[in-house]
């Protein structure tokens, strides 16, 4: 697996220099994925016997982070969707955007996230997998603004990284809750187990991953930026959609559905979000006009019925769950890709324009049919049978479910014909440009994955044997009967269908007739939909940092001093006060005279350079204050610290008048409130300071290494004065530094002394 990652990746990275300096020919990057497609198809006849494939490399064994790979029914079965459409997004990129200043550019960021893609479907540990997961997010933020000259685009790429990354962050803190609940980080372990509610943080860990997993595959309330990543070019709206980054979050809640499978607020949320997505994007895609849109809008239904079905849970939902992902990907990259080609023949994507185009175009009108078909749930086509299965999974379920998936399949219909109907039937209309068809390297990938689209219909063992039913196994977490057919005979399910194509037909004529209550949904939906309150949200943001950016960041030092020190030394006193107590150490305190007298010396001198506005005054205070120090240090036995204190006081002072002397002089710019602020902060600053020195003396992780001075001051520095011996023998690197201080201070005095003097004698 790793050698897939490498090889796609060092495509990623000659890919510039292939379109731009070697001017070689932009398909044959297209060999390298279906090179990656051959090789993971070398594995399946291991995994189809039931295997399972572990590989792993140690990345940071220190936090529990391998490079571990995990390959099985489910996760080969991606890995052969994005390799294999992969190769011809790639191939159709390669005619989509043909001598595009930026195409090296664009596959540089394309094969980068196919490279994410495959390794977040292919990870075994959970962190690892949070890596790829957001680098998907940051490759799709690249390749959705790639057009990054307009606004427009900019702004609606930031919209999906915000809402992705957002989940992801979240996403992160359940994958932590997950890997300390198991024990584990691997997937293959976790798996295996089955999370129980003993845990109080079980719940919190699923609506984290669940929440992680929704903003991801675009599920409702999160679902309006999908189809606003439809301002990317062509390819990347075809490789988004059908296999790859919106399919990740389902992907994530197919794999752990073993463990979470009896989790009553998992399967919950899936069935409550999968129905109102399905059934929202659904009445979406019929509402709008925008060909990429419609189909993005039919995405996020189809995203919706894979989550209804992992939390409906039976058999039928199981196989349905992944029957219905693979006809997905098939026919939704056909049809985004055949979008592309008449968006890029005729210069339009709006519906109500096209018309007639089956002359001009009449392969792609003939796949289109079968695409649309497919989407549409109609027989021989594979499509068919994960919309049996969906319905059979539908009818075992409450009748509010089974209701919502007809209504969502009745409008999914209309969609359909209407895209068979409204742009290839009629007579031709005046477009932006004169209609061709696509050129066979835009028409490549559409040809071979609705072939295999029929043939799987047709012949569903194939599907069933080849992919299905190991993935179906995987999700399941353990074996079960798979059997895929085309025909089971009229039951219910198929009456249903047969209900919903009727419905769909009739949308489709009034698809016209339609259009002001569509405009009337899409302007109602833009001022009180979910998108709008994300606008709001970002509106609220951005009015926020300006309030914040006016009141603290103001450029006024004193109010930069002030945030750092509340909020470097509130939560010291919080924690000191939950771990220590309110102080106690006043009643403990029994000063002396002297000391009284010292106290009172620094609290005058403190207070009289506050208050005095006076320059040299100030420095007088400041240098009784210095002093009053020395005299403690003297008080309690350490004369060496007192004279150090008390030359660094006197050069201190010296420097303050020579540099005072020719500023001006003080002036006031804080009003009363402000200097009571002031002093209110500093007090606070200098009580917690306090405590936190007083607490400190209480606490003794190691022996104190006192003894060790006083047993050999003598014998290995030959001195009866500790402290001497101290300064000179073993802290000596110390005292050294202490005399540079020194001596560098008094070159600085000395240099400004003869200065001023030559500068005196000059003026003079």
């Given at each position: 697996m790793l050698v897939v990652l490498i090889a796609i990746v060092a495509t990623a990275c000659i890919a510039p220099l292939w379109t731009h300096r070697w001017q070689l020919p932009r398909s044959w990057l297209a060999t390298m994925p279906a090179a990656c497609f051959v090789l993971c198809l070398s594995w399946w006849p291991e995994v189809n016997a039931g295997a399972v494939i572990l590989q792993s490399w140690a990345w940071m064994p220190s936090i529990g982070l391998s490079l571990s790979f995990f390959i099985d029914g489910l996760s080969l079965l991606f890995l052969l969707l994005i390799t294999g459409i992969g190769t011809f997004i790639a191939l159709y990129a390669s005619s989509y955007l043909k001598n595009h200043?930026?195409?090296?550019?664009?596959?540089?960021?394309?094969?980068?996230?196919?490279?994410?893609?495959?390794?977040?479907?292919?990870?075994?540990?959970?962190?690892?997998?949070?890596?790829?997961?957001?680098?998907?997010?940051?490759?799709?933020?690249?390749?959705?603004?790639?057009?990054?000259?307009?606004?427009?685009?900019?702004?609606?790429?930031?919209?999906?990284?915000?809402?992705?990354?957002?989940?992801?962050?979240?996403?992160?803190?359940?994958?932590?809750?997950?890997?300390?609940?198991?024990?584990?980080?691997?997937?293959?372990?976790?798996?295996?187990?089955?999370?129980?509610?003993?845990?109080?943080?079980?719940?919190?860990?699923?609506?984290?991953?669940?929440?992680?997993?929704?903003?991801?595959?675009?599920?409702?309330?999160?679902?309006?930026?999908?189809?606003?990543?439809?301002?990317?070019?062509?390819?990347?709206?075809?490789?988004?959609?059908?296999?790859?980054?919106?399919k990740a979050g389902v992907f994530l809640m197919a794999r752990l559905h073993p463990t979470f499978a009896e989790q009553s607020l998992w399967s919950s949320a899936q069935l409550w979000a999968g129905a109102a997505t399905m059934l929202l994007g659904a009445w979406m895609a019929y509402i709008s006009t925008d060909l990429k849109k419609v189909l993005a809008y039919s995405t996020v239904m189809a995203l919706g019925t894979l989550t209804l079905l992992l939390g409906i849970g039976t058999e039928y939902a199981l196989i349905g769950f992944v029957s219905y992902l693979l006809a997905h990907s098939l026919y939704k990259a056909s049809l985004f890709m055949l979008a592309g080609g008449i968006d890029?023949?005729?210069?339009?994507?709006?519906?109500?324009?096209?018309?007639?185009?089956?002359?001009?175009?009449?392969?792609?009108?003939?796949?289109?049919?079968?695409?649309?078909?497919?989407?549409?749930?109609?027989?021989?086509?594979?499509?068919?049978?994960?919309?049996?299965?969906?319905?059979?999974?539908?009818?075992?379920?409450?009748?509010?479910?089974?209701?919502?998936?007809?209504?969502?399949?009745?409008?999914?219909?209309?969609?359909?014909?209407?895209?068979?109907?409204?742009?290839?039937l009629g007579s031709p209309v005046s477009l932006p440009k004169s209609p061709h068809e696509a050129s066979p390297a835009m028409l490549a990938g559409p040809l071979v994955l609705l072939t295999l689209a029929v043939l799987f219909g047709l012949f569903p063992f194939l599907a069933q044997e080849g992919l299905v039913r190991t993935a179906v196994h995987a999700v399941a977490g353990f074996e079960m009967g798979v059997t895929l057919k085309l025909w089971h005979g009229v039951n219910t399910a198929l009456v249903l269908s047969g209900l919903s194509l009727l419905a769909g037909a009739l949308l489709m004529v009034l698809w016209v007739r339609s259009r002001p209550m569509a405009q009337l949904t899409l302007r109602w939906s833009e001022r009180y939909g979910p998108e709008s309150g994300y606008f709001r949200m970002m509106a609220g943001i951005v009015g926020f940092s300006a309030w914040q950016t006016r009141i603290i960041q103001n450029g006024r030092l004193g109010i930069y001093m002030i945030v750092l020190i509340l909020a470097t030394l509130t939560p010291v006193a919080w924690v000191l006060v939950e771990s220590v107590g309110w102080p106690g150490w006043f009643a403990t305190l029994n000063p002396t005279i002297y000391e009284w007298a010292m106290v009172a010396l620094m609290l005058v001198s403190t207070a009289f350079a506050v208050i005095t506005r006076s320059r040299f005054a100030s420095i007088i205070s400041l240098g009784a204050l210095g002093f009053s120090v020395a005299l403690i240090f003297v008080h309690f036995s350490a004369p060496d610290l007192g004279i150090t204190q008390v030359l660094v006081e006197t050069l201190t002072v010296l420097l303050l008048v020579l540099v005072l002397i020719r500023v001006p002089g003080f002036a006031r710019f804080s009003s009363k409130a402000e200097v009571a602020r002031d002093a209110a902060v500093a007090l606070f600053a200098g009580f917690v300071l306090s405590w936190v020195v007083l607490a400190a003396l209480s606490v003794q992780w190691a022996p104190s290494i006192a003894e060790y001075f006083v047993e050999n001051s003598y014998e290995l520095g030959k001195g009866r004065n500790i402290v001497n011996v101290i300064l000179v023998d073993f802290r000596a690197l110390d005292t050294l530094g202490e005399i540079f201080v020194l001596a560098i201070a008094a070159l600085g005095v000395y240099s400004m002394l003869k200065l001023r003097g030559g500068s005196d004698r000059g003026e003079t």
């Open positions: 200043t930026d195409e090296g550019r664009f596959l540089f960021w394309l094969f980068l996230f196919m490279a994410s893609m495959l390794g977040l479907v292919a990870s075994d540990n959970l962190l690892a997998m949070f890596v790829f997961w957001e680098l998907t997010s940051i490759t799709s933020y690249m390749l959705i603004g790639f057009h990054h000259e307009s606004e427009k685009s900019r702004k609606l790429a930031l919209q999906g990284l915000f809402i992705t990354v957002g989940g992801g962050l979240l996403l992160m803190t359940g994958f932590i809750m997950l890997g300390s609940l198991a024990g584990t980080y691997e997937l293959s372990e976790i798996v295996q187990l089955s999370i129980t509610d003993q845990s109080p943080f079980v719940d919190a860990m699923l609506v984290f991953i669940l929440i992680g997993a929704f903003t991801k595959s675009a599920q409702f309330p999160f679902h309006f930026w999908l189809p606003n990543a439809m301002a990317a070019p062509t390819p990347v709206s075809a490789f988004l959609h059908s296999a790859t980054m919106v890029h023949s005729t210069g339009t994507k709006d519906l109500a324009r096209l018309q007639g185009l089956r002359v001009a175009m009449p392969i792609t009108f003939v796949l289109t049919i079968v695409g649309a078909l497919s989407l549409a749930g109609l027989p021989p086509l594979f499509g068919f049978i994960g919309k049996e299965l969906l319905l059979e999974a539908g009818l075992g379920a409450d009748l509010w479910v089974i209701t919502t998936v007809v209504l969502a399949a009745a409008l999914v219909a209309g969609v359909s014909l209407t895209l068979i109907v409204k742009p290839f």
